[in-house]
């Protein structure tokens, strides 16, 4: 049973954008926060960005803050991130995540979220 699918990943040349997606069914995405991580090759998977479910908080990662943007769309039960400016080292694939949690902090954290996307692919070529 497929719960969350990305797409819109592929190769682009650093400073392009491109949109990223995830579709989640409704039973999933009511009441549910929405992350996304990324994982180069060599390297662990880390937190990009958030959103809440209640009051829409938007925590991101340093490394992607005034570059990206997470948003949800209620009422299409999808998610999306918008990277702007892309950079090499933001070749990774990259996950969509849902978890019901309450606290801002915990948007972070890996372990707040049990239901992940299969991944899709973003390469930035210099």
């Known amino acids: 049973q497929v719960q969350l699918v990305e797409s819109g990943g592929g190769l682009v040349q650093s400073g392009d954008s491109l949109r990223l997606s995830c579709a989640a069914s409704e039973r999933l995405f009511r009441n549910y926060a929405m992350g996304w991580f990324r994982q180069a090759p060599g390297k662990e998977r880390e937190f990009v960005a958030a959103?809440?479910?209640?009051?829409?908080?938007?925590p991101y990662a340093a490394s992607v803050k005034g570059r990206f943007t997470v948003s949800r769309d209620n009422a299409g039960n999808t998610v999306y991130l918008q990277m702007n400016s892309l950079k090499p080292e933001d070749t990774a694939v990259y996950y969509c995540?849902?978890?019901?949690?309450?606290?801002?902090?915990?948007?972070?954290?890996?372990?707040?979220?049990?239901?992940w996307g299969q991944g899709t692919q973003v390469t930035v070529s210099s």
């Open positions: 959103i809440s479910w209640m009051f829409g908080r938007t």
């Open positions: 995540a849902a978890g019901r949690t309450g606290s801002y902090d915990s948007l972070y954290d890996q372990a707040t979220y049990v239901y």
